[in-house]
């Protein structure tokens, strides 16, 4: 199930890693038993200028 989900998602990080923690919060009936972390990143030549590295993160508060 996780290659399939790859291969929908191979360009878009962020989309694959809502996908996998969705797919397992509903295996735990929505109600997580432990922590959770997913990470997911992707590998591209740059085809603009901007050179500007990004990283987005998500804490609860």
Do not use: N, W, Y
Not at 7 to 12: A, C, G, I, K, L
Not at 17 to 26: F, G, K, R, Y
């Amino acid at each position: 199930q996780l290659t399939e989900l790859v291969d929908v998602h191979v360009s878009d990080p962020t989309a694959l890693v809502e996908t996998i923690l969705e797919a397992s919060l509903a295996r735990d009936a929505g109600r997580p038993r432990d922590d959770m972390t997913v990470f997911a990143f992707t590998v591209s030549s740059r085809r603009s200028a901007d050179k500007t590295r990004r990283l987005a993160a998500s804490f609860p508060v």
